[in-house]
Each structure stands twice: as C-alpha cells, then as structure tokens.
C-alpha cells in the first residue's frame, strides 16, 4: 500500500469532451492512477470501460444523505461517463484514513454498504482477472494458485486455519476501504476508490483490520473489532489470504518480493494464529 504518482495524463480530447479545462496534477495514493485536472479526477478505464460505466450510474443513484459521501461521476455531453478510456469525477476533499479514525473508516462502510444492500451482484465480477480478483477468489476457496516461495509458509499456516462459512449475507461490498476514506470536518465521510466484490459486509471490515495488521499501527482494540460476528476470526483470515495473493500475483518476473513484505505477513498471520489458537482452547 504504497503511494504513487501518476505518469498518464487524459489528451485533450477528453478534457473537452468533459468540458474541463486546467494543467494537470498527478494525485498520490491508490494505484498512482489518478489525475487531477480543473476540479476534476480523471482516472483511465484500463479496459473495464462496462465496469467504470456501471459504477458512474450506481454512483448517481447513491442518496447523499445515507451518512457518507460519494465523488458524483462526470459525463459528457453525449452522456458517457467513459471518453475514449477515461472517467472522471468530482474531487472531494479530506484527510485520508485511517490515521486516528480507524472507526469512523469501518461505520461509514457499514453506511455505504447498509446503501449497497439492495443493488444485485454485476456479471462482470465473474470476468475479472486482476490480481484483487484473483486474490478474493482464492481467500474463499474458489480458486487455486501458486504463491511465490517468500510468502508459502504465512499462506499455508493462513489455509490450515480456514474453515468453511455461510454468505447468506453475501451483497456488494466495497473492498478495499483503508486509504479510500475522506474526512472533512462538518462534512460526512467521503467514500472514494470503490472496488466492488460480491461477500458479506463484515469481510469487508476484516481488510481494513489485515491492512492494519500489515501496513499501520493498528490500535490493539480494534483487531476484535467485529467479534460480535460469529464469523469474525474467519473473515480476518481470508481477509489475510486476500492480500498476500494480491501480493503474490502482482510481483513482477522474478517471483521474489522484499524481506519487508514477508516479514509483514508473517507478523499478521502469527498474530491472527495466536488469537484464534487461544479462543479454541
């Protein structure tokens, strides 16, 4: 969870099919793929132009007062919210969690997710073959990889706890809330960055607790944040499995990834084995 700059910047032609003029600003966080020009955040498709579309229309329909907000997408004037593979949408503005607000990250995604509750699941999630998608279908044993030889022990420690759980509770989720939160005094939590995954909502809160395990100082309280779910333990444990095979499948040829990262998981994984080990006894 590094940030980044962006290196692409929208062509004229989108900008005034947009009708947004400006210089523009490379924007950190994320994937280093944003840029900020006139107001705007213009963000390439990268060949989900069907998924981009689809989150620009959900985004529309959100109801601003729901207790959180959201960047309302900009279109042209023929009405795409996609030119010639790029988006682009209103900036909103804030400090970006979870910094002190790691609660406040988790309930404005119970907002957005109470919001979510009655869209169906896309088709498109079945299309997917990014490494998050790769990686959420192997955190619920609905597919199989191979993971890079630094990160096999957490990864076969993290499978031998895993054990089966019921998605009756299954919606659309946002997956990756952590750093795509806004705070803005007098201003309700800004949602950024949606990943849509079709899992239960507490999944999605266990991500944002692995993310703490692994890249921030989580406070120690909030690792039993959602203990009242029955689930809880297991939900951190894809939630874990989730990011190392992000990690895994993003690596580059040489299969090898830093001392850091595999000093990381292996922290997480032993913290998470330790708890779970101690609750069974």
């Excluded at 985004?59 to 996609?82: K, W």
């Excluded at 990160?151 to 019921?166: D, H, I, M, T």
Aim: glycine letters at 10%.
């Amino acid at each position: 969870m590094t940030e980044q700059l962006s290196t692409a910047t929208p062509p004229r032609a989108v900008l005034d099919a947009f009708g947004v003029t400006g210089a523009p600003v490379p924007l950190t966080g994320g994937q280093g793929r944003s840029v900020l020009v006139g107001g705007a955040v213009f963000k390439p498709a990268e060949g989900a132009e069907a998924e981009a579309e689809w989150a620009a229309s959900l985004f529309e329909r959100l109801a601003p007062d729901s207790g959180f907000r959201v960047p309302l997408p900009l279109r042209a004037a023929d009405g795409r919210s996609v030119v010639d593979g790029w988006t682009a949408a209103e900036f909103l503005t804030g400090e970006p969690g979870p910094g002190r607000h790691w609660a406040d990250v988790l309930g404005a995604g119970r907002a957005l997710h109470a919001a979510l509750r009655q869209y169906p699941r896309p088709d498109f999630l079945d299309r997917r073959t990014h490494p998050w998608a790769v990686a959420d279908r192997v955190a619920w044993g609905e597919q199989d990889v191979e993971v890079i030889d630094d990160l096999a022990a957490p990864f076969s420690a993290l499978l031998a706890l895993r054990r089966p759980v019921k998605q009756d509770a299954a919606q659309l989720i946002h997956g990756d809330l952590t750093g795509n939160v806004l705070f803005a005094d007098g201003e309700a939590p800004a949602v950024i960055d949606f990943s849509p995954y079709w899992r239960p909502p507490v999944f999605a809160e266990a991500v944002v607790v692995a993310d703490g395990l692994l890249w921030f100082d989580l406070p120690p309280d909030m690792l039993t944040y959602g203990s009242g779910h029955p689930d809880w333990q297991q939900m951190l444990i894809r939630a874990l499995i989730f990011r190392l095979i992000a990690q895994s499948e993003s690596t580059g040829p040489s299969r090898r990834t830093g001392p850091g990262e595999r000093a990381r998981y292996a922290r997480a994984t032993d913290e998470v084995t330790r708890r779970l080990t101690a609750l069974q006894r």
